[in-house]
Nanobody, 118 residues
């Protein structure tokens, strides 16, 4: 069982920055991947950024060049640095971990609210 705890959300003006953190109860270097998802009111949850065990990253097009996902294996923490925030980035952001081989397990944090005012 993996527990994920997000922090760092809040209210920021458009153009501002926030850094989200996701602290895991396990050793993240062994996880298949960790990711940040977000869900805005009335919309489906979408993948924002992912980092694999090998360090490869991918981003949804709308955040490329503005958001950066990174990890600190020693602290078992994954970060999402968000710059040049826009009102459309407003959402609840969730941390996700994919663990195992067969079967795969998905773990989720409780979410942290990010609100960007115009």
């Amino acid at each position: 069982q993996v527990q994920l705890v997000e922090s760092g959300g809040g209210l920021v003006q458009a153009g501002g920055s926030l850094r989200l953190s996701c602290a895991a109860s396990g050793s993240i270097f062994s996880f298949n991947a960790m990711a940040w998802y977000r869900q805005a009111p009335g919309k489906q949850r979408e993948l924002v950024a992912r980092i694999t065990r090998g360090g490869s990253t991918n981003y949804v097009d709308s955040v490329k060049g503005r958001f950066t996902i990174s990890r600190d294996n020693a602290k078992n923490t994954v970060y999402l640095q968000m710059n040049s925030l826009r009102p459309e980035d407003t959402a609840v952001y969730y941390c996700n971990a994919v663990v195992g081989v067969n079967p795969l397990y998905n773990y989720w944090g409780q979410g942290t609210q990010v609100t960007v005012s115009s």
